[in-house]
Nanobody, 115 residues
């Protein structure tokens, strides 16, 4: 049974920080392409950051310099460090895993940036 479980969401003031985690089970984590997506109300789900099995990373332009994605293959966990958060970062954040044709999603965690 594959499980991706996101934790670490919450409410934070503008300029604040949060660290999201995505714990996984049931997949050979070290081989997977991993990513964070987010979906704001009334909008499409968009790619935020990704990290390949070789640790190469990529970011949406809107989060470059503020967010950092990382992975711990021993813990089978994906992370997203989010700094200098803005109101437009408010969304549900989803963990995503892909290996060839196999894709898996987490249930999402809410991030709200508001004063």
């Amino acid at each position: 049974q594959v499980q991706l479980v996101e934790t670490g969401g919450g409410k934070v003031s503008p300029g604040g920080s949060l660290r999201l985690s995505c714990g996984t089970s049931g997949i050979t984590f070290r081989f997977y392409f991993m990513a964070w997506y987010r979906q704001a109300p009334g909008k499409e789900r968009d790619l935020v950051a990704s990290i390949r099995a070789n640790y190469a990373t990529d970011y949406a332009e809107s989060v470059k310099g503020r967010f950092a994605v990382s992975r711990d293959n021993n813990k089978k966990t994906l992370y997203l460090q989010m700094d200098d958060l803005k109101s437009e970062d408010t969304a549900v954040y989803y963990c995503y895993a892909r290996l060839e044709t196999k894709e898996h999603w987490g249930q999402g965690t809410q991030v709200t940036v508001s004063s």
